[in-house]
């Protein structure tokens, strides 16, 4: 593997431990909004950049 894809794997099981499973899964109102503000942010900035 060379370093690239680790750091992209890394990046993806960051995303998705911090923003995509508490989005899902917290039983606590305001983080599971929290956390689905943050992914709407993200997915808008990846839709951004997929239109250059």
Do not use: H, I, Q, Y
């Not at 370093?3 to 508490?22: C, D, E, I, N, Q």
């Not at 606590?28 to 808008?44: D, I, Q, T, Y």
């Amino acid at each position: 593997m060379n370093p690239t894809s680790v750091l992209l794997a890394l990046l993806l099981f960051t995303l998705l431990a911090g923003v995509v499973l508490p989005a899902v899964w917290s039983r606590r109102p305001e983080r599971r909004s929290a956390a689905r503000g943050v992914l709407r942010m993200l997915l808008a900035a990846l839709r951004r950049d997929g239109d250059r």
